[in-house]
Antibody, heavy 123, light 107 residues
Framework: EVQLVESGGGLVQPGRSLRLSCIGS????????LNWVRQAPGKGLEWVGF??????????EYAASVKGRVTISRDESKSIAYLQMNSLKIEDSGVYFC??????????????WGKGTTVTVSS | DIQMTQSPSSLSASVGDRVTITCRAS??????LNWYQQKPGKAPKLLIY???SLQGGVPSRFSGTGSGTDFTLTFSSLQPEDFATYYC?????????FGQGTKVEIK
């Protein structure tokens, strides 16, 4: 079964750091992009960023709202992707989903989603 | 950034109804448009990619059309399990952006 499982969420004070993890299973992890998408309480979905798969150079792109404060990385040997978040703000609170990205003729899309991990930034 | 606007923001419908949700992009995105379904407390689920391609395992009562700036998601006959929030998302250029969501409720 293709699966993504996030972990690492929790309560953190503003200005501190947190690292989220996403473990993939059931597929060739390195061949796919991994995205992070977040959802503030009661709000819609916001794309945070992605890291491309190995065939595409493993490069990253980020949303402007987090650029400079977050880093997405991956460890192919462990089939894990990470979201390192620094200088956390209250508005970074929400559920963080890890998703698998596919790129085909019809364009990129996110076909597998983890269940999410909750981040609460509060003093 | 490309802005995605869905309409309506919410709707009430009955089981068996034909329902259409609209998504408009602030600039042309060709057919790089995806639709997701989210139920309360759950992760979103991919329904349609590339504007009109049905994801495997998704019932054929869901369909998507459109290209350029205007897109629609249609339920041919609404079922009880379809009551949820639906999001469109463009993958034409980063930052990828979502519509604000359309909540489909039971009438």
């Amino acid at each position: 079964e293709v699966q993504l499982v996030e972990s690492g969420g929790g309560l953190v004070q503003p200005g501190r750091s947190l690292r989220l993890s996403c473990i993939g299973s059931g597929f060739t992890f390195g061949d796919y992009a991994l995205n992070w998408v977040r959802q503030a309480p009661g709000k819609g979905l916001e794309w945070v960023g992605f890291i491309r798969g190995k065939p595409y150079g493993g490069t990253t792109e980020y949303a402007a709202s987090v650029k400079g404060r977050v880093t997405i990385s991956r460890d192919e040997s462990k089939s894990i992707a990470y979201l390192q978040m620094n200088s956390l703000k209250i508005e970074d609170s929400g559920v963080y989903f890890c998703t698998r990205g596919r790129v085909i003729l019809q364009g990129p899309y996110m076909d597998v989603w983890g269940k999410g991990t909750t981040v609460t930034v509060s003093s | 950034d490309i802005q995605m606007t869905q309409s309506p923001s919410s709707l009430s419908a009955s089981v068996g109804d034909r329902v259409t949700i609209t998504c408009r992009a602030s600039q042309s995105i060709a057919n790089y448009l995806n639709w997701y379904q989210q139920k309360p407390g759950k992760a979103p689920k991919l329904l349609i990619y590339g504007a009109s391609s049905l994801q495997g395992g998704v019932p054929s009562r869901f369909s998507g059309t459109g290209s350029g700036t205007d897109f629609t998601l249609t339920f041919s006959s609404l079922q009880p399990e379809d009551f949820a929030t639906y999001y469109c998302q463009q993958s034409f250029s980063t930052p990828w952006t979502f519509g604000q969501g359309t909540k489909v409720e039971i009438k």
